[in-house]
């Protein structure tokens, strides 16, 4: 292959601009922008760690929308956490009935890691009359809760 002596120049030129903007365009770790105030630290948590999420529905009801809307059943969680397990990280798995005029009628406890009886059946009471989207009939949902415990106190 015969390449002129100019178009082995651009060919050059390109090459080496290319990988100086790769090189200079991409930060190192750990390292801020020019300008950029340092990364802070994780702000202070004192409230339990709570992740809601929906393993599964049947019906008609979409499962964004039923995790969507059981995820404002946290200050419920929180209590029935806060009473039964406080310090103590635990996963619960519990099914629910969603009806189709849009509340979650009832929620049975399936299982809890560790097992916790007491903190299943406070769930499985306090969630019902959660608010719900409507649908044509009633869906079914198998429902995970994440709980852990909040950052401890400050200490001065």
Partial sequence: MNLSFRAIFVLGIVLLTSSHFAQADVPRQGATAEGEAPKKERP?????????????????????????DARFGWKRIVRCYKAHSPHHKVLVTLYLV???????????????????????????????????????????????????????????
């Fill in 44 to 68: 202070y948590h004192p409230e339990p760690r709570v992740i809601v999420n929906v393993l599964s529905v049947k019906g008609p009801h979409d499962p964004a929308r039923v995790q969507h």
């Fill in 98 to 156: 969603v009806s189709r005029e849009g509340s979650l009628a009832r929620a049975q406890n399936v299982r809890s890691d560790p097992a916790n009886r007491e903190l299943e059946g406070c769930l499985a009471d306090a969630l019902p009359g959660l608010s719900m989207p409507k649908a044509a009939a009633n869906s079914t949902a198998q429902l995970e809760i994440k709980l852990a415990p909040g950052d401890p106190p400050i200490k001065n």
